[in-house]
């Protein structure tokens, strides 16, 4: 099931939009380190100082597709003046959202902050079934419905879900698809890091040419990406500050992408589930 869909179906409000990865050797590549100032210095994903970003999403993607899945885990830290929340505005919260291929399985998860209620949604797709929970002002509420996925979909799902924050698609008004991600900040390689012990290529940036909805105007801007040898993101770090809604307003989100191949668990509220929605 699409994330998107899910989440306006169940009106619970805006998403982050884009995930330490806990990584094993086949997603991490080995060490491979050609140098501390800049890793990899001949890996295809680089370009000079910079970031070859259709090749590295391709590659981070089709790592995870091979392991048969993965996870992203994403949080919104936001701030704004005043009392009052500006229009539009994105509430601090969490996403995360998990793909198991051999079972078949997708599991999403948002829990707000608590301006904007504590909310939290979870959706399970498993078994020919999508079974929902949303927890709000202390009630809960199931839902279940039918699929509308084959096992295709849920790949093709995964794989859009996988370039969160790296390659974003849209249509523009003459049917053209418009890519935003990565490509809208001067990343520059910014010497070794490290992710769950594993060594990344670190690369950060500090001007951001895109639009945004929250900020409106961005005045300040920073990110910070990883990258193994292999051309796999275990982390992307963004904020963004400047007026909004005629106040300062502030968003940060970090985003891991993890957990290749990780089998996902049943929810322990799937009985509940089941048992409120029978006829």
Not at 59 to 69: I, K, L, T, Y
Not at 189 to 204: H, K, Y
Not at 234 to 241: H, I
Request: glycine letters at 12%.
């Amino acid at each position: 099931m699409n994330r998107r869909r899910f989440l306006a179906g169940l009106g619970a409000g805006a998403t982050v939009g884009i995930a330490g990865c806990s990584s094993d050797d086949e997603a991490s590549g080995g060490d491979g380190e050609t140098g501390p100032d800049r890793p990899f210095a001949d890996a295809a994903w680089r370009d000079g100082e910079g970031i070859a970003i259709e090749t590295l999403a391709e590659s981070h993607v089709q790592r995870f597709v091979d392991a048969g899945g993965f996870t992203l885990f994403s949080t919104a830290e936001t701030s704004h003046d005043g009392d009052e929340e500006p229009t539009p505005w994105l509430p601090s919260q969490t996403y995360e959202s998990g793909y198991d291929l051999e079972n078949g399985r997708q599991y999403l998860k948002q829990e707000l902050g608590d301006a904007a209620g504590g909310a939290v949604t979870e959706l399970f797709v498993a078994d020919g079934e999508v079974l929902l929970r949303r927890q709000s002002d202390g009630e809960t509420q199931y839902d279940r419905q039918s699929p509308d996925n084959s096992e295709v979909d849920l790949e093709a799902a995964m794989r859009q879900e996988a370039v969160t924050g790296l390659r974003v698609g849209s249509e523009t008004a003459s049917g053209e698809t418009q890519y935003e991600g990565l490509n809208q900040w001067n990343a520059t390689s910014d010497g070794s890091g490290s992710v769950e012990g594993e060594t990344t290529a670190r690369f950060t940036a500090d001007q951001f040419a895109g639009n945004r909805g929250v900020p409106e105007t961005v005045e300040t801007a920073a990110a910070t990406v990883h990258v193994y040898a292999a051309g796999v993101v275990p982390r992307l770090e963004q904020s963004w500050a400047g007026q909004h809604d005629g106040g300062e307003a502030r968003v940060d989100v970090d985003i891991d992408y993890r957990d290749p191949g990780a089998e996902i668990a049943v929810p322990e509220w799937v009985p509940d589930a089941r048992e409120a929605t029978s006829e």
